[in-house]
T-cell receptor
Framework: GIQVEQSPPDLILQEGANSTLRCNFSDSVNNLQWFHQNPWGQLINLFYIPSGTKQNGRLSATTVATERYSLLYISSSQTTDSGVYFCAVEGGDQAGTALIFGKGTTLSVSS | DAGVTQSPTHLIKTRGQQVTLRCSPISGHKSVSWYQQVLGQGPQFIFQYYEKEERGRGNFPDRFSARQFPNYSSELNVNALLLGDSALYLC??????????????FGEGSRLTVL
């Protein structure tokens, strides 16, 4: 099945710093989403981005489908950005049914 | 608009018992999926239902079953609970326009502890 690798696994930042999270995937995908999981466990949609670039406030994402990677940029980080960021893709032999999640990047932002 | 709602939010069971988790999708969404998330891992796909039919099943034993009702709400049942079933169970809904998951929206989850 399709493999999803996220890096780095852990990231510690001071408030105000910028960061880049990476997601590599092993096969062509129909769907790619970035999520933020808050401390209470809820997965918050950040971007639905199977290709191209999108921006939402301090966050932006780019997916280069032909090279099988996606990047999530966080600028001017705030303590509320802390949590786990997941990349998830749909494709391969699970196309049309399931999202396959990476193991996540745990971000800690201190003031 | 209401998001995806799940119940119960927390529950504790003992080994061998059975549990039923419930999910109501976003209004207008016809596809519901279930995921299991154990501590420290990303969510893993269990089932997808679209228009009341099972469209996909992950690598889970037959102790796990689900169904979708005419109003598109869904239940996940787990029989003969094992300690390893302790996890956060997440329900997601999507418009399912193409029958696939599309953009998924998740509920807050049901946290199951098996003792």
């Amino acid at each position: 099945g399709i493999q999803v690798e996220q890096s780095p696994p852990d990231l510690i930042l001071q408030e105000g710093a910028n960061s880049t999270l990476r997601c590599n995937f092993s096969d062509s995908v129909n769907n790619l989403q970035w999520f933020h999981q808050n401390p209470w466990g809820q997965l918050i949609n950040l971007f639905y981005i199977p290709s191209g670039t999108k921006q939402n406030g301090r966050l932006s994402a780019t997916t280069v489908a032909t090279e099988r990677y996606s990047l999530l940029y966080i600028s001017s980080s705030q303590t509320t950005d802390s949590g786990v960021y997941f990349c998830a893709v749909e494709g391969g032999d699970q196309a049309g049914t399931a999202l396959i999640f990476g193991k996540g990047t745990t971000l800690s932002v201190s003031s | 608009d209401a998001g995806v709602t799940q119940s119960p939010t927390h529950l504790i069971k003992t080994r061998g018992q059975q549990v039923t988790l419930r999910c109501s999708p976003i209004s207008g969404h016809k596809s519901v999926s279930w995921y299991q998330q154990v501590l420290g891992q990303g969510p893993q796909f269990i089932f997808q239902y679209y228009e009341k039919e099972e469209r996909g099943r992950g690598n889970f034993p037959d102790r796990f079953s689900a169904r979708q009702f005419p109003n598109y709400s869904s239940e996940l049942n787990v029989n003969a609970l094992l300690l390893g079933d302790s996890a956060l169970y997440l329900c997601a809904s999507s418009p399912g326009l193409a029958g696939g998951p599309g953009e998924l929206f998740f509920g807050e989850g049901s946290r199951l502890t098996v003792l």
